[in-house]
């Protein structure tokens, strides 16, 4: 069965720690890995998207890695700001063509001044 | 931002009525899906769309229909709605299988 694990569950840390989360998946055929976030009563947006070949990707104060063998990701996340405080997504994508997303709970990430 | 439009944003109905949601898109993306989002739940897959008339069932598909006659529009029916459909649900476009899936607002449904 495709799974996406995520952990920790929720999670609060003070402005300007970094903090890392956590992604296990089991997903075959693996396409790509992605990481969403999400604001409470908003669609998720799109923070990082890695291939098979990929170890790590930036997109500012996000950094995610990507081990395929251990089929494990994190997502790190540098110098938190308040508006940090959302749900965090790993998101799976299966399927020869990539076209079918399989979603972790999410992490609640609350940033507290 | 991505063109995706979901409707109604939000709608009460009464057990036993039939219900229909709307995504719009004006992506020309190839691949629509349907998700409900509950706590505890994360987002869970209802069905998807690769192509015109061309649909697949997710991981909660019981209770749930779809229909993709054009490209740009994929529908989401609940023939007899139930109180356990209560849900938020979220529409995303994708053309896989690198692009990033891009969601829509959210439905928020209550049956009551």
């Known amino acids: 069965k495709n799974q996406v694990e995520q952990s920790p569950q929720s999670l609060i840390i003070l402005e300007g720690k970094n903090c890392t989360l956590q992604c296990n998946y089991t997903v075959s055929p693996f396409s790509n890995l992605r990481w969403y976030k999400q604001d409470t009563g908003r669609g998720p947006v799109s923070l990082t998207i890695?291939?098979?070949?990929?170890n790590t990707k930036s997109n500012g104060r996000y950094t995610a890695t990507l081990d395929a063998d251990t089929k494990q990701s994190s997502l790190h996340i540098t110098a938190s700001q308040l508006s940090d405080s959302a749900s965090y997504i790993c998101?799976?994508?299966?399927?020869?063509?990539?076209?079918?997303?399989?979603f972790g709970q999410g992490t609640e990430l609350s940033v507290k001044p | 931002d991505a063109g995706i439009t979901q409707s109604p944003r939000h709608k009460v109905t009464e057990t036993g009525t039939p219900v229909t949601l709307r995504c719009h898109q004006t992506?020309?993306?190839?691949?629509m899906y349907w998700y409900r989002q509950d706590p505890g739940h994360g987002l869970r897959l209802i069905h998807y769309s690769y192509g015109v008339k061309d649909t697949d069932k997710g991981e909660v598909s019981d209770g749930y229909s779809v229909s993709r006659s054009k490209t740009e529009d994929f529908l989401l029916t609940l023939e007899s709605a139930t109180s356990s459909q209560t849900s938020v649900y979220f529409c995303?476009?994708?053309?896989?299988?690198?692009?990033?899936?891009?969601f829509g607002q959210g439905t928020r449904l209550t049956v009551v």
């Open positions: 998101v799976v994508s299966a399927g020869n063509q990539g076209g079918k997303l399989i």
């Open positions: 890695m291939t098979f070949s990929e």
């Open positions: 992506e020309n993306h190839r691949y």
């Open positions: 995303a476009i994708s053309e896989p299988p690198l692009t990033e899936a891009f």
